[in-house]
């Protein structure tokens, strides 16, 4: 704050009484100067001083791969997911296992390479709040249906779908051996 603060008040006070007029004639317009602290102001920091970061850095994101192989650059084929560590990380961990991978594998016969992962995956939101990000996440595989995130499991590996004693699995739970046999 400068020293000539009250002449500067003064000033913008003027300029408003000058310019602005209320619509209803009997109505008074008051100007009132609000001040924050510096320790308030600096606790709120909406200009980052920080080099940005590199897409691949990012944390606490919902992020989007497009298959750009064949067909699927005409099918939109799409992955939807979210991840709390780096990018670049994610992209690690779908390179070795995942629908990603396996879409890849089963669809095109092709390894996945790590450039073509990265210069087709891009950033959809960020969330720095967990339950957030999975909501956000949910909203736009629901919104948009992404294929690739289509799960291939049989349907009797989801917990609502088990039928007591293992039928659905095929396997049957047996009683422990209780009887004693004498020597």
Do not use: W
């Not at 192989?69 to 961990?93: E, M, N, P």
């Not at 890849?104 to 073509?116: I, P």
């Not at 289509?150 to 349907?155: D, G, K, M, S, T």
């Not at 590996?157 to 009887?179: D, V």
């Amino acid at each position: 704050m400068s020293s000539a603060y009250k002449d500067e008040e003064k000033a913008v006070k003027i300029i408003i009484h000058n310019v602005v007029s209320p619509v209803n004639t009997d109505t008074k317009l008051q100007v009132i100067i609000y001040y924050k602290t510096r320790k308030t102001a600096s606790l709120i920091m909406k200009n980052s001083y920080l080099p940005p970061t590199h897409s691949l850095q990012e944390v606490n994101i919902v992020y989007q791969h497009s298959c750009t192989v064949g067909d699927c650059s005409h099918l939109k084929s799409r992955y939807i997911g979210f991840t709390s560590i780096t990018l670049s990380k994610r992209i690690t961990a779908h390179l070795q296992d995942g629908a990603i991978r396996q879409h890849y594998m089963n669809e095109h016969g092709l390894f996945l390479k790590r450039q073509h992962m990265e210069s087709n995956t891009t950033i959809l939101a960020k969330e720095n709040d967990c339950r957030r990000l999975k909501m956000t996440e949910a909203e736009h595989i629901h919104s948009e249906k992404p294929t690739i995130n289509i799960q291939q499991q049989p349907e009797s590996s989801l917990p609502s779908q088990r039928q007591p004693n293992g039928a659905a699995t095929g396997f049957t739970l047996a009683a422990p051996n209780t009887t004693r046999s004498a020597l």
